[in-house]
């Protein structure tokens, strides 16, 4: 899964996996301008011989680029172009970040940027997972003409399944707010377990209210607590999510990625019913979907074992 570019390579241009991969060159610190003024940063991988044009690929995430290196690497010496871009105030790009508030702007002037590069052919895909899927759907929404297909793997769906789920808000977001606070990645806070679980704890045992979490944890985030205004869904989620019109309008080959064990196969499926549902019978034949034994992370990089439990080798799907 990790390192085939299945839906991609059939919108955009054929790749030839029996080639020697090639050598690529980096182009670091581009700038990509979007329409109020704000730049984000990107990370452009390319094939170092370019007789024409190609493809353009790109992840747009809040885990810093770096993240997704290996993925853009593959890509770029197989026949693609691939920008990993940091979303508004994440990594080095210019704003401020207020998850999923900004990306389906920011993802139709991204796409609509790099159609229009010198070594981009006018042809440009959307790959990633989790919340690097949310924003492929929220960028989609908004139907930029240069958008081929999108790839989102693990899907988020805003008030669907994060950052509530039913109505109920876990504990697990402020977490999660943390990790992604600030420019810079976090990972090490993050994961220790430890200190989340005492804090979380402590909230529990002293009865305290839910919305005080963040300043439990030494994180006052006004996320957090613009989130906490808005606990059921409303307007300001619905504006995240593609309405049935929009996705009546989809007209470009999709292939959605879930596991069975996926934190976020709500969200995934959810995207893929609605479709199904307010889609065309043309773009609905052209959305494919694949659900295999994996948990969130297996959706983009399969592992045999989860939770325990060992699957066959045709689990490693590539």
């Known amino acids: 899964m990790s390192k085939t570019p299945l839906l991609v390579a059939l919108a955009l241009a054929p790749l030839h996996a029996e080639e020697a991969p090639a050598a690529i060159d980096l182009l670091w610190g581009v700038k990509i301008p979007m329409r109020d003024g704000i730049r984000l940063n ?186 906490m205004d808005h606990p059921q869904p409303d307007g300001y989620w619905d504006a995240m999510y593609p309405t049935p019109e929009q996705f009546a309008q989809i007209d470009i080959p999709i292939l959605t990625i879930t596991g069975h064990y996926d934190g976020d196969q709500t969200g995934a499926l959810h995207y893929y019913r609605d479709h199904m549902r307010y889609g065309s019978p043309a773009a609905r034949g052209r959305h494919y979907l694949i659900a295999g034994p994996w948990d969130h992370a297996g959706t983009r990089t399969p592992n045999r074992e989860v939770g325990g439990l060992k699957f066959g080798e045709a689990s490693l799907l590539t």
Do not use: C
């Open 42 to 227: 990107a990370t452009v991988f390319k094939p170092k011989a370019m007789p024409a044009p190609l493809p353009v690929v790109f992840t747009l995430t809040p885990y810093i680029a770096d993240s997704y290196e290996d993925r853009a690497s593959y890509f770029a010496r197989h026949g693609y172009v691939f920008a990993l871009v940091d979303v508004r105030g994440r990594g080095n790009s210019e704003g401020g970040f207020e998850p999923f508030a900004n990306e389906a702007r920011d993802g139709y002037d991204i796409v609509e940027w790099l159609a229009r590069q010198p070594w981009s052919n006018g042809k440009v895909a959307m790959w990633g997972g989790s919340y690097a899927g949310f924003d492929q759907w929220a960028t989609l929404k908004e139907h930029p003409p240069h958008l081929a297909t999108i790839v989102p793997a693990a899907a988020a769906a805003a008030a669907v399944d994060f950052p509530f789920s039913n109505g109920m808000f876990t504990p697990y977001i402020i977490q999660w707010l943390t990790y992604t606070s600030g420019s810079t990645g976090n990972p090490k806070q993050f994961g220790d377990s430890t200190f989340w679980t005492e804090k979380f704890r402590e909230r529990y045992t002293r009865n305290l209210p839910f919305r005080e979490l963040d300043r439990m944890v030494g994180n006052t985030s006004t996320v957090f607590q613009k989130w």
